[in-house]
């Protein structure tokens, strides 16, 4: 298949903003990541033991912005993108993520990957996510080592502090794991 030069265009305009996703998320650069999403959006992440279904931008910051807060070490990695175009103005996308979340607070530890699938809308000349979720592939869970030390930590002054956070346990269902 032979892409117009617009197409090409398009698809890396939206290989960007699931760029910027993963380093907004990881830097806590709610700002950025809230101008990603349409207001309409919806999430539902599916991992080893958790389920989050979500609607609307405000509701989904706030489980975001609750999750990756001062005691969490987050890295996401997303790539081998696969983007779709499905009209002048909507897409879809594959991503495989690698990422690795640690939580201080709990001394644990998540390394895992995840097939991410999105669904993706131009706005008002953008593009931005209008839907997004995943599947673990790969979900290890377990205490972080006594002797891991953490030499940089960014959330920790860039994360929501514990009297600034809110409880998201509504959003999330919890499941058994089927490991």
Known sequence: MAYTLQQL???EDIKLVKHRYFRGMDTAEWSLVE???????TVDYRGGGYRVQSSGKSEIMTFLKNSFHSDAVAMHHGNMPEITLTGDDE?????YLFDIFVDKARGSQTVGSAIYKDRYRREGGQWKIAHSEYDRIIELVGPLASDTQISVH????????????QDIRHLITFEANHG
């Open 9 to 11: 265009s398009d698809i």
């Open 35 to 41: 101008g990603l999403f349409t207001d309409d959006v």
């Open 91 to 95: 897409a879809e996308g594959v991503w």
């Open 154 to 165: 960014w959330l920790a002054t860039h994360g929501l502090k514990p009297e600034e956070r």
